[in-house]
C-alpha cells in the first residue's frame, strides 16, 4: 500500500495538515491520491474541488487545479468547471453535513444530470469543523452538541439516495477497509459519469469523545465493526443488518454523460439551425 | 455593416453578452429576469458555448463562477428573490477576484412582492447584499439600447478588474421594446483579463507586483494554484496574518474604488444652469428627462444626472453640482435608496435633498414629477 509517488502529487510544503491526531480525513486523501497516482492522471488536468468543513481543506495540500468554495456548493462550481472545460478531471470532496444537508440539493441533481464529476463524501457523521452538532448521517441516539439527549433524527443512506437520484456509480467505502478503498476510488475516478463514493470515516475529537470512542483507535474499530462487505450483507437476516453498512460498489453503469449528451444533442442541433 | 433590431431589454442584454464574448450561463427561472435565460439557452451552443438551468440561484451563481475560472467568460441572471440567494457567492467571487457578470431584473419586495411590477428596490441590496466589506461595479441603464451596450460594458469591466458586475435594470426595461443598432464584432471594444507572463512555478493568483488586478490563469492551462474563500496571502493560500488580511481588503476595496474615473458612466442633460438637479436612473431617467424639459417650459432651470454607474456612487461629481446647485430632487421607485446615497454624498453642503418615492408597481411619471419640482420650487 505505500506508495512514495504520492508525495509527487502533494504540496508537500503545506504539512502538516490542519486536521487532529487520529482524524480519518488524511486517510481518505491518501487513499484519493493514490487511485489518482495509479491512474497515473495528469496533474495539470484535474480539478479538485471542497466545499466547507473539515474535509474542505484537503485541496489545500494536493498539487492540482484546487478550488475551496462555501459550505454545501461545492458541486455547483464543479459543474461549472466540468461543463466549461470538459478535458478536465474534475474531483469533488465533501463533508455529510457539507453534501447532504446544506448541499442536498445540488447533490441529488448533480446525481440526476449524470455529469463527468467524482463526489467522495468524508462521511464522519458528524459536523467536525464546527464543533460536533449533529449531520444527516448521525447514528440514532448519538450524542452531538445539539444532541445532548441523544440524536432522535433519522439518518440518510448516502447510497440509497444517490442511485435513486440517478447516479451512474455509486460505491462506499470506509477508513478501516483502506486497500478496498483505493481500489473503489481508483474506479469511481475513472468512471465516465457522476460517481459517488460515501467513505465512511472517523472524528475522535467531535463525535468519539461525546460517545465512548476517544482514542482514535476505538472510534476506526466502530466503523470497521459497521461495515460488512455487500455479499455478505445480502445474506443476513433484517435483524443483523441493523446498523450495518455494506462496503463495496453497488452501481457501475455506462449511462449518457451530461455534457457529452448536451454537445451531441443541443450544441450539434443548435449550429444546424445557424 | 450594421443592422437594425427590434428588441426587449432583456433581449438586448443577452444579444450584449454574446458581443462581449460570453459563453457560459447558469441561473434559475425568475420573472422578470427568465427571457434572458431563454434567450441564452438559444443563442450560446449556436455560438460556441453552453447553457445550463441549474436547480437554484445559488447554483447559477456557483457554477458561473466555476466556469469562469476555467477561463469561460460566465453570465447568471435573475430578480429579486433570486437575487438574495446569489449573495453568499458573489461574495466569493468578490473574494477571489474571479470575474462574472449577474444581470437583476428589479422587482418590488421583500418577499415575493409583486413579481410582474417594475420597481427598484434592490439599490442597496446590490451594494451591500452579500457580508463583509467591499466594492463593487453596479450598473443600471435606462434604455433598451443601454442594456445591450452597458451588458458589453459589464464583461469588460469584470475582466478588467476581476470582479463581478452587477447589471441591475427594472422590469420597464426589461419588458419594453425598441430599435438597437447592431455592429458587426468587429466594432465593439471587447477587454480580456490578463494572463500570467510568468512561468507556472513563477505563477500566484494574487500577485499585485505589476498593478492592484492580479493575472489570472485559467485552470487547466498548466498553472496549478489554489483558490478559497479564505482571506489568503497572494500565493492563494489561506492567511489569517493581520497585515496581509488588512492589505488584501484594503486592494479589493482600493482596485476598484481608485479608478472609477474610467467607468463612471452617466448622463447630463441641462444640469451646467440648473436651479434644481434631479437625480434620476433607470426607467425613472426618462420620466425625469420629459419632466426637465416640461419644467423649462414653465420657468423651472431644471437639469437631469443620471447616474449610469450606480456603484462606486460618484460623490466628487455630485458636490461639483453642488458648487452651482442648490437643490436635488430623488424620485425612484422605491422607498429612498439612492436618496439617501446623496444625501451623504453631499453632507456639510448648504443644500436641499427633496424625495418621490413610489414602491407600489406604479411608474413614476413626468408629471408626477413637474408637480413635485413646482411644490419644492414655490412656483
Ligand atoms: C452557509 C454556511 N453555513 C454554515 C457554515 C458553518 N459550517 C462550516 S463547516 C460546517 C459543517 C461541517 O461538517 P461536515 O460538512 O460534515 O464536514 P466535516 O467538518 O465534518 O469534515 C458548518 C455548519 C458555513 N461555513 N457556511
Ligand atoms: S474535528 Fe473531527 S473531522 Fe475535524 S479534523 Fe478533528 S477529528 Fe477530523
New binding site residues.
Given amino acids: 500500500m505505500y506508495n512514495e509517488n504520492i508525495f509527487d502529487y502533494m504540496r508537500t510544503e503545506k504539512l502538516p495538515h490542519i486536521w487532529c491526531p487520529g482524524c480519518g ?1 488524511g486517510i481518505i486523501t491518501a487513499s484519493i491520491v493514490r487511485a489518482i497516482s495509479n491512474l497515473k492522471l495528469d496533474k495539470n488536468n484535474i480539478a479538485f474541488v471542497s ?6 481543506r484537503t485541496p489545500g495540500y494536493l498539487d492540482f487545479n484546487t478550488l475551496h468554495t ?3 456548493r461545492s458541486l455547483t462550481f464543479s459543474t461549472g468547471i466540468k461543463m466549461a472545460k470538459p478535458k478536465l478531471k474534475v474531483i469533488n470532496v ?6 447532504l444537508a ?1 448541499g442536498g440539493n445540488h447533490f441529488i441533481h448533480a446525481c440526476r444530470r449524470n455529469i463527468d464529476i467524482t463526489a467522495i463524501i ?1 462521511n ?1 457523521s ?5 464543533g460536533g ?1 449533529f ?1 444527516p448521517t448521525t447514528p440514532d441516539g448519538f450524542i452531538a452538541s445539539t444532541t445532548p439527549y441523544g440524536n432522535c433524527d433519522p439518518s440518510f443512506d448516502v447510497v440509497k439516495l444517490a442511485s435513486a437520484a440517478g447516479a451512474s456509480f455509486v460505491a462506499r467505502g470506509d477508513a478501516f477497509h483502506v486497500l478496498q478503498l483505493d481500489k473503489i476510488l481508483q474506479k469511481a475516478i475513472d468512471h465516465k459519469g457522476f460517481s459517488v463514493v460515501d467513505v465512511l470515516t472517523t ?1 475522535p475529537t467531535q463525535l468519539g469523545r461525546r460517545n465512548k470512542m476517544k482514542k482514535p483507535w476505538e472510534n476506526l474499530d466502530y466503523i470497521a465493526n459497521q461495515t460488512v462487505s455487500i455479499k455478505k450483507y445480502e445474506t443476513m437476516s433484517e435483524n443483523e443488518k441493523q446498523g450495518k453498512f455494506p462496503i463495496g460498489i453497488f452501481i457501475e453503469e455506462k449511462r449518457d454523460e451530461y455534457v457529452e449528451t448536451y454537445t451531441k444533442r443541443v450544441i450539434n442541433k443548435a449550429k444546424g439551425r445557424k | 455593416m450594421s443592422k437594425l433590431e427590434l428588441l426587449s431589454g432583456n433581449e438586448a442584454i443577452a444579444k450584449g453578452a454574446i458581443v462581449a464574448g460570453c459563453n457560459f450561463y447558469s441561473g434559475y427561472p425568475i420573472t422578470p429576469s427568465s427571457e434572458i435565460a431563454e434567450e441564452m439557452a438559444r443563442l450560446l451552443p449556436m455560438n460556441g458555448g453552453k447553457f445550463i438551468q441549474m436547480e437554484d440561484e445559488i447554483a447559477g451563481m456557483g457554477a458561473a463562477i466555476g466556469a469562469s475560472l476555467t477561463g469561460a467568460k460566465a453570465l447568471t441572471a435573475t430578480s429579486g428573490p433570486g437575487f438574495s440567494l446569489k449573495q ?1 457567492h458573489i461574495g466569493f467571487a468578490i473574494m477571489t477576484e474571479i470575474p462574472v457578470v449577474i444581470i437583476n431584473v428589479m422587482r418590488g419586495g421583500p418577499s415575493t412582492g409583486m413579481p410582474t411590477y417594475p420597481a427598484q428596490s434592490d439599490v442597496m441590496q446590490a451594494k451591500w447584499g452579500t457580508h463583509g466589506d467591499h466594492s463593487i461595479i453596479v450598473l443600471c441603464p435606462s434604455s433598451v439600447v443601454e442594456s445591450f451596450e452597458y451588458t458589453i460594458k459589464a464583461f469588460n469591466l469584470a475582466e478588467q478588474y476581476r470582479t463581478p458586475v452587477i447589471v441591475l435594470i427594472d422590469e420597464v426595461i426589461a419588458h419594453m421594446s425598441e430599435k438597437v443598432e447592431i455592429f458587426s464584432n468587429s466594432h465593439y471594444r471587447i477587454k480580456n483579463r490578463i494572463k500570467p507572463s510568468v512561468r507556472p512555478e513563477k505563477y500566484n493568483p494574487y500577485n499585485v507586483a505589476f498593478g492592484s488586478v492580479p493575472p489570472l490563469a485559467p485552470y487547466g492551462e498548466g498553472y496549478r494554484f489554489h483558490i478559497t474563500g479564505l482571506t489568503h496571502d497572494e500565493t492563494g493560500f489561506p492567511s489569517m496574518k493581520a497585515r496581509i488580511v488588512q492589505d488584501l481588503q484594503e486592494r479589493l476595496i482600493e482596485k476598484i474604488e481608485s479608478k472609477l474615473k474610467y467607468f463612471s458612466f452617466y448622463e447630463k442633460y441641462m444640469t451646467d444652469d440648473a436651479e434644481i438637479i434631479i437625480i434620476a436612473y433607470g426607467s425613472v431617467a426618462r420620466s425625469a428627462m420629459k419632466a426637465v424639459k416640461d419644467a423649462r417650459k414653465v420657468g423651472i432651470k431644471a437639469g437631469l444626472y443620471n447616474p449610469i454607474t450606480l456603484w462606486p456612487f460618484n460623490n466628487k461629481r455630485m458636490r461639483r453640482f453642488a458648487k452651482k446647485c442648490k437643490h436635488f430632487l430623488v424620485p425612484e421607485m422605491n422607498m429612498g435608496q439612492m436618496c439617501h446615497e446623496v444625501r451623504s454624498s453631499l453632507y456639510g453642503k448648504n443644500v436641499n435633498v427633496y424625495h418621490l418615492n413610489k414602491a407600489n408597481g406604479e411608474l413614476i411619471s413626468p408629471s408626477e414629477i413637474l408637480t413635485k419640482l413646482k411644490g419644492v420650487m414655490h412656483v
Avoid at chain 1, 465533501?94 to 453534501?99: H, S
Avoid at chain 1, 458528524?126 to 464546527?130: A, E, F, L, V
Wanted: net charge negative; glycine share 24%.
Fill in positions: 480525513h466545499g466547507i468543513g473539515c474535509s474542505g462555501t459550505h454545501g465533501l463533508g455529510d453535513g457539507d453534501a446544506i468524508y464522519n458528524i459536523y467536525g469543523m464546527t452538532q449531520s472524528c | 453568499e
